[in-house]
């Protein structure tokens, strides 16, 4: 499976700017720092394609990354403890009014650390997905981090936690590449429905 030919498209901080929906899009979810920036990376050709954010919670924006017939939008990350009320609230309408609304979505990724138990809002988003019945994929990153046996029992938590089927898990590096394959491929079969 040949990496995704994706460039950078642009920045949306708010919903007025969205572009017009055209290709089918597979929106990224997850907490600040998880490795959203990192999996984009990973599943695109260029290594630097997405800045990793070295302050978390400053990527306020959605992120576009465009190619190969197909969008990845990163939205911004949350559980971001420090994030005053009024910042939150913005951050909730962006996020739930973009995948409540935008018709040409097609997929979603929730992004989890391999290391960490899902929280309230992994909830929370995992709750608007389905709401919009797309399919989408648990992805626990950073599996290099943990012995394969603690990688397998985080994904048995993070199913059991959210409430998801076993094909709904997938294990991740972008460190080594593992489930890379298998991610391309999945991002490209959702998009071709
Ligand atoms: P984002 O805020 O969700 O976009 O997270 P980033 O992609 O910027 O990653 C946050 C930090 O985690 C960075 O220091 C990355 O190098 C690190 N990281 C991300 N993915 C992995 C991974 O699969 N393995 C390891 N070991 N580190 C990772």
């Given at each position: 499976m040949?990496?995704?030919?994706?460039?950078?498209?642009?920045?949306v901080?708010?919903?007025?700017?969205?572009p017009?929906?055209?290709?089918?899009?597979?929106?990224?979810?997850?907490?600040?720092?998880?490795?959203?920036?990192?999996?984009?990376?990973?599943?695109?050709?260029n290594?630097?394609?997405?800045?990793?954010?070295?302050?978390?919670?400053r990527?306020?924006?959605l992120?576009?990354?465009?190619?190969d017939?197909l969008?990845l939008v990163d939205l911004?990350?949350?559980?971001y403890?420090?994030?005053?009320?009024?910042?939150r609230?913005?951050?909730?309408?962006?996020?739930?009014?973009?995948?409540?609304?935008r018709e040409?979505?097609?997929?979603?990724?929730?992004v989890?650390?391999?290391?960490r138990?899902?929280?309230?809002?992994?909830g929370?988003?995992?709750?608007w997905?389905a709401?919009?019945?797309?399919?989408?994929?648990?992805v626990?990153?950073?599996?290099?981090?943990?012995?394969r046996?603690?990688a397998?029992?985080?994904?048995?938590?993070?199913?059991?936690?959210?409430?998801?089927?076993?094909?709904q898990?997938?294990l991740?590096?972008?460190?080594?590449?593992a489930?890379?394959?298998?991610?391309?491929?999945?991002i490209?079969?959702?998009s071709?429905?």
């Amino acid at each position: 499976m040949k990496p995704l030919s994706l460039e950078f498209d642009r920045a949306v901080s708010s919903l007025d700017r969205l572009p017009a929906p055209a290709l089918p899009e597979t929106a990224l979810l997850g907490r600040s720092n998880v490795g959203k920036s990192s999996l984009i990376n990973t599943v695109g050709r260029n290594r630097k394609l997405a800045r990793m954010s070295r302050d978390p919670g400053r990527t306020r924006t959605l992120n576009f990354y465009q190619g190969d017939g197909l969008i990845l939008v990163d939205l911004p990350g949350y559980g971001y403890a420090k994030a005053p009320e009024a910042e939150r609230r913005r951050w909730g309408r962006l996020v739930e009014g973009y995948l409540e609304n935008r018709e040409n979505l097609v997929a979603g990724l929730l992004v989890l650390d391999v290391r960490r138990v899902p929280g309230e809002q992994d909830g929370i988003m995992r709750g608007w997905l389905a709401r919009r019945e797309v399919p989408f994929l648990a992805v626990a990153t950073k599996a290099d981090k943990v012995s394969r046996g603690a990688a397998l029992v985080a994904a048995r938590t993070i199913r059991k936690t959210l409430d998801l089927t076993e094909e709904q898990v997938l294990l991740f590096s972008a460190k080594t590449g593992a489930g890379r394959e298998k991610l391309t491929g999945w991002i490209r079969s959702a998009s071709e429905r």
